[in-house]
């Protein structure tokens, strides 16, 4: 039995166009984080081909800071680098010991 073969006929780049045309600045930066993020997940191949497409057209924008969003793309490697905060370094921290 033959398996019906499926044409894809969809324009990707452009409906990412039409996604990304009326945010602002700060919800591109957010929805770039979101599609990195899927995109290192398993997704099946429509799913990735649209992923592709809203991050080629935020990486093609000329509003958006490159090197932020290679930042965000490449991201902290650890997730002990992710959660920590300001308070977490030494170089922050008060010392409470008292002087002898």
Request: charged content about 40%; proline content about 0%.
């Amino acid at each position: 039995m033959r398996k019906a073969v499926h044409v894809d006929e969809r324009n990707y780049d452009r409906e990412a166009r039409e996604l990304v045309k009326g945010l602002g600045q700060n919800e591109k930066y957010d929805l770039y984080r979101i599609v990195v993020d899927k995109l290192r997940q398993y997704q099946t191949d429509v799913r990735e081909k649209e992923l592709l497409a809203v991050k080629l057209v935020l990486d093609r924008d000329k509003s958006l800071d490159r090197y932020r969003l290679q930042g965000i793309d490449r991201g902290l490697r650890s997730s002990m680098a992710n959660d920590l905060n300001l308070g977490d370094l030494k170089a922050n921290q008060k010392s409470n010991k008292r002087k002898q």
